[in-house]
């Protein structure tokens, strides 16, 4: 039921991007894919309708915030993520490891991680058994194996037990896994900053076949040279046939490192947080909607836009649901910048194909400016 294709490999020097495409049980999806994120099975403000009319093709929800609120058990008896968020696309979840790791008071031994859900409240053991009971009961497509994923930047001794221990929960999660028929269960690629702790994690992980690998502990802080060194050290040692996927990751600068570096799948929750703030994304760079010179402005977010919110709502329009705080300019931001991240994964999937992916690169940073200055306009 899992079946990674590719179907074009860049022969460009130093690129290593590849186009295919991924069957789910939910249908199949083309990569290198950009997957919006609905932590709490809704993304911002949208309904799945709106989800799928940006060209979303997989969706991200978070076993984390599910097993807190409503809980897994609630999920599983109302058929699973699927029926109860209503999303008829292919679903992946998170193992739910960043967030306890983000977490602030939390105890870490070989067995899990000891934290509390609620402030003052019981201690709570999440194991990777635990990660994968729960994934299984809110029954995504694609499933995350528990792993640790260590702050930025941290200490090599420390990093390299957590490598090792990372590999040892996820040979656990691999052993307590019931529902193999319609889930794929991804392997997480740690080791910090360190190129052979990185490489290490690869050795450890590859033999252990699992049908996809993540890159982890990236997008923590570390900067988008550090993150393309890391990726460098990393992708070539990951199997060439099998979907990679860079967690956390999605912003339009990484998104071309990443593919560049053969990276298949990508999510974030920037673009629509970003959304909520009025910060939209248009091929000729960042624009603050709420900013006042838009007061006025007829024109759609971005004139080259087939979004659902640019064939129908001006810039004037957006400021005055921003200035109002109607809720309806974060849904229409959103559909916008999820709808631009997918006709950018186009845009990379037919410069690969077409063997000019440096070159399509060059021009979409001509236009849309650079992460290191400041927005193109604002
Ligand atoms: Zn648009």
């Excluded at 994934?135 to 694609?142: N, V, Y």
């Excluded at 071309?256 to 248009?282: K, N, Q, S």
Aim: aromatic share 10%.
């Amino acid at each position: 039921m899992f079946e990674f294709e590719i179907s074009a490999r860049s022969k460009e020097p130093g690129v290593s991007g590849r186009v295919g495409s991924l069957t789910t049980p939910h249908g199949k999806i083309e990569t290198p894919i950009f997957m919006p994120v609905g932590t709490r099975a809704a993304l911002r403000a949208m309904t799945p309708d709106q989800v799928q009319a940006t060209g979303a093709q997989i969706v991200l929800a978070n076993t984390y915030h599910l097993a807190l609120q409503p809980g897994a058990a609630i999920i599983e008896r109302l058929g699973g993520l699927h029926n109860f968020m209503s999303m008829p696309l292919p679903i992946l979840t998170d193992s739910g490891g960043f967030q306890v790791f983000s977490l602030p008071k939390k105890q870490i031994t070989e067995k899990g991680v000891t934290f509390s859900w609620r402030k003052g409240g019981e201690p709570f053991l999440m194991t990777p058994e635990r990660a994968i009971q729960i994934q299984e009961q809110l029954g995504a497509d694609i499933i995350m194996a528990f792993d640790e994923c260590v702050p930025y930047p941290c200490p090599r001794d420390y990093a390299e037990q957590s490598v090792a221990r990372t590999t040892r929960w996820e040979q656990r999660c691999l052993a307590a896994r019931r529902r193999t028929e319609d889930q794929a269960l991804f392997g997480i690629v740690q080791g910090s900053t360190y190129e052979d702790l990185r490489r290490r994690s690869c050795e450890d992980l590859v033999p252990l076949d699992f049908p996809g690998y993540a890159i982890g502990g990236l997008s923590v802080g570390e900067g988008l040279e550090v993150m393309n060194q890391v990726l460098g050290w990393t992708t070539p040692f990951l199997p060439p046939d099998k979907p990679r996927y860079l967690m956390g990751v999605g912003l339009p600068e990484d998104l071309w490192c990443g593919v560049g570096h053969g990276v298949d799948m990508f999510d974030c929750v920037i673009p629509t947080r970003h959304a909520r703030g009025a910060l939209l994304y248009t091929f000729q760079g960042k624009m603050r909607v709420s900013n006042k010179r838009y007061r006025k402005d007829r024109l759609p977010p971005d004139t080259s836009c087939p979004c659902y919110t640019c064939r129908n709502f001006s810039r004037a329009y957006l400021h005055h649901m921003f200035a109002a705080e109607e809720v309806t300019g974060t849904t229409l931001a959103c559909i916008h910048n999820i709808s631009f991240l997918q006709q950018l994964m186009n845009q990379i999937r037919k410069s690969i194909e077409e063997g000019r992916f440096l070159e399509a690169k060059a021009e979409f940073f001509a236009r849309y400016g650079s992460s290191y200055g400041p927005p193109a306009r604002n």
